[in-house]
């Protein structure tokens, strides 16, 4: 259903005397975010769409789990190579990048610092990544101009035990149209973006922490009683913040997320999981909803004789 991006879990590494010298030199340097990526408005260099260089987007997730944030990466979009890690707290860094050998390039902070490497068949991965000291966890895929690369942070905990927890994040490179039934009027279309990989990050208590991923979103159909999913099998789907013209009611906003009854291979363990977050359904505010659009108190899950809940921040 979408382009497959190859999973690494990041590893720890062992500078040379030389690499250090070159690291403190550039990390004593200030970021001027004047100079860098915005990730809010910086869009992909058509005529890079198919090639390796460009614009990348991707998950941040420190082993601990406590920094987290969306990777925006320019890798030579417009001839430069910096980036930016946008954290949940409201926080940015931004890194500095230069080519260090063949098809490797190292971006640096004053905190953190990260190899951007690519092969051959163009498929990039993120190795040696650290912020504060910490191991870092990272998947990033390529944001093109037809399909661009959005980016969903959540968090997971076990409903038993608060100190088993970590990140559920989603990304999206598709998107589609959906249609729902409004008797006796035509059907009201919306654009949405498909959620095409799920990320799930926890802090397992070794220094490199755990990074699972799954690209199989499995179709669903919502409840009977759901009047805010067509009666048809769907895929993952979210909308963002739109404004929908509905019969007789007028201009209304929109803002879902539907990922029901899915399975994802985590490790040796198969886990079940369900989203639904909807403004429609709860009028005022945001609420999470199960498949027939009842409120509950949170997405759902279960992995590996755990279960618990998953949040959006």
């Known amino acids: 259903m979408k382009k497959i991006v190859m999973l690494l879990v990041l590893s720890g590494i062992i500078f040379s005397c030389s690499k250090q010298e070159s690291t403190e030199s550039i990390n004593d340097i200030e970021i001027d975010f004047s100079k860098i990526i915005d990730s809010e408005i910086t869009v992909p260099n058509v005529n890079l769409d198919g090639s390796v260089k460009g614009l990348y987007k991707g998950v941040f997730v420190s082993a601990n789990t406590e920094h987290h944030g969306v990777l925006s990466i320019n890798f030579m979009n417009d001839g430069n190579l910096n980036a930016i890690v946008d954290f949940t707290d409201g ?113 397992d208590g070794t220094p490199t922490g755990r990074l699972f991923s799954d690209t199989s979103m499995e179709m669903f159909t919502g409840g009977p009683t759901c009047q805010f999913l067509p009666p048809t099998p769907l895929a993952p789907f979210f909308t963002g913040p739109i404004v929908v013209v509905l019969p007789i009611v007028g201009a209304t906003p929109v803002d879902e997320w539907a990922a029901f009854n899915q399975t994802s291979v985590f490790g040796n363990h198969t886990s079940s999981w369900s989203l639904g977050y909807s403004l429609a359904a709860g009028g005022p505010g945001q609420v999470y909803v199960d498949s027939d659009c009842n409120e509950i108190p949170a997405g759902t899950w279960s992995w590996n004789s755990r279960s618990g809940t998953i949040s959006f921040y």
């Open 91 to 203: 926080t940015k860094l931004g890194f500095i990048g230069k080519e260090v050998a063949s098809n490797r390039y190292t971006y640096y902070s004053k905190k953190a610092q990260f190899d951007l490497v690519y092969s051959d068949a163009n498929i990039v991965t993120i190795e040696n990544a650290s912020i504060a000291g910490l191991h870092v966890n990272s998947k990033v895929v390529k944001d093109i101009s037809t399909n661009r690369t959005l980016v969903g942070l959540g968090t997971f905990v076990d409903s038993s035990d608060s100190n088993f927890g970590g990140t559920w994040d989603f990304i999206s490179t598709a998107s589609t149209v959906i249609s729902i039934p409004f008797p006796p009027f035509p059907d009201v279309s919306f654009p949405a973006d498909l959620i095409t990989e799920v990320v799930v990050c926890y802090d």
